[in-house]
């Protein structure tokens, strides 16, 4: 069973600076990818940002150069460095992972993280 820790959401003014954090545990077979996903209320789920274990990475056109994704292989990690936020950046931020297993790949969830981007 494959277990996602999200950390970094809260409240912060625009203009400033979050940093999402997400530790995936429990994982036998390699990580294809991680990346992060965000839904607003009345929205769909978006893709945000997703990087490979290769560290090839995929930005949602909207990032504009705002939002830098890193991962670390060793740790299971995957970090989402966003700058600048506006209000419409307010969102519950999910954790994702597409992990390689014997069947082919699935895809592992977080419970998500609340980022809130007050005026």
């Known amino acids: 069973q494959v277990q996602l820790v999200e950390s970094g959401g809260g409240l912060v003014q625009a203009g400033g600076s979050l940093r999402l954090s997400c530790a995936a545990s429990g994982i036998i077979f390699s990580i294809n990818s991680m990346g992060w996903y965000r839904q607003a209320p009345g929205k769909q789920r978006e893709l945000v940002a997703a990087?490979?274990?290769?560290?090839?990475?995929n930005y949602a056109d909207f990032v504009k150069g705002r939002f830098t994704i890193s991962r670390d292989n060793a740790k299971n990690t995957v970090n989402l460095q966003m700058a600048s936020l506006k209000p419409e950046d307010t969102a519950v931020y999910y954790c994702q992972v597409n992990l390689q297993i014997v069947a082919g790949s699935f895809d592992y969830w977080g419970r998500g993280t609340q980022v809130t981007v007050s005026s």
């Open positions: 990087i490979t274990s290769g560290g090839r990475s």
